[in-house]
């Protein structure tokens, strides 16, 4: 039995909140109550050993991943090497950049092998595992930043479209990055998937060498990082309008190259109060305050 997980529900009644050590989940199933009730204690169950799997396969799980590496046993750390393993060869990744979207995953599909769910959200930090049954929709929150919640946007996707995954990165997120983008929200199959292109995709949206920008390395902030020693955005200053073009036109040149071999759906990706959406995102639309949605934390 795990001592350290924190289990309860909101007190809204209906949202669970899950946190062990750095894993803080947000789930909500909608279903008759009893269905309910079976997927809350299933997620509860298999969230009590996440984290010791994946701290047992944890120096593994943060060495660089080359198309050679070695495959973790773990399930949830098999998740994470499947969906880096096809950046291995081009970038510098680790089978970290998925652990968020890969635990999601992984308590979404617990609950739904115990329950029959009509709509169910597993929400990792902003990395959120969706599961809609046919004829159902959730109405998505995408924000400008990770730091401070504000909704630029909402998609509204139906369980006729593919993506099943969401996910936030940037360099004021809570994970380094080596990019300058404010958000790169990515929408993809797996929620896997969306959090490893996310990582891409925002590490591309940046300016080398410029002076406005404060970079640290990696190990200096935190000794046992992925990263080592490559250096990760702390701060960024004023740009020009045309500095801030020139860096999300990078990003969104690698978001469209990933669009096409498949790995995402669509991303949409800002930076100092300016947007590019490469692909289609379900009825996007400007956020209306009040709205119920999936926020990104």
């Known amino acids: 039995m795990n001592s350290r997980a924190q289990i309860r529900l909101l007190r809204d009644g ?14 909500e199933a ?3 109550l009893g269905e309910i009730e079976n997927a809350y204690r299933a997620a509860c169950a298999r969230f009590e050993t996440v984290l010791d799997e994946l701290c047992s396969e944890l120096v593994l799980l943060r060495q660089q991943c080359f198309p050679e590496s070695d495959w973790p046993r773990g399930v949830v750390a098999r998740r994470m090497m499947a969906a880096v393993l096809p950046y291995a060869s081009e970038f ?15 308590i979404l599909a617990a609950m739904r092998a115990s329950a029959q ?7 990792n930090g902003g990395d959120i595992a969706l599961h809609l049954a046919p004829g159902e929709k959730f109405v998505v929150g995408i924000v400008e930043r990770p730091d401070r919640p504000s909704l630029f946007g909402t998609a509204t996707l139906h369980a006729s479209d593919p993506v099943r995954g969401i996910a936030t990165s940037g360099w004021r997120g809570r994970s380094f990055s080596l990019g300058i983008a404010d958000a790169v929200t990515v929408l993809a199959d797996r929620a896997a998937a969306a959090d490893a292109g996310a990582t891409i995709i925002a590490n591309a949206v940046d300016l080398p060498g410029h002076p406005a920008i404060i970079r640290v390395p990696a190990r200096q902030l935190a000794p046992d990082s992925d990263l080592g020693d490559r250096p990760v955005t702390q701060a960024v200053g004023e740009l020009s309008a045309a500095e801030v073009n020139e860096a999300l036109l990078v990003g969104a040149e690698t978001a469209e190259r990933l669009q096409k071999i498949g790995l995402i759906r669509s991303a949409a990706l800002k930076l100092q109060g300016e947007t590019r959406v490469v692909g289609s995102i379900p009825e996007l639309s400007p956020s209306l305050v009040g709205e119920r949605g999936l926020v990104h934390a």
């Open 117 to 123: 769910l009509s709509r169910a959200y597993v929400n």
């Open 30 to 32: 909608f279903a008759p």
């Open 92 to 106: 510098f990744i680790t089978p970290m950049a998925a652990v968020a979207g890969a635990v999601a995953e992984e």
């Open 14 to 27: 209906r949202r669970l909140h899950l946190q062990d050590g750095p894993i803080d989940l947000i789930v």
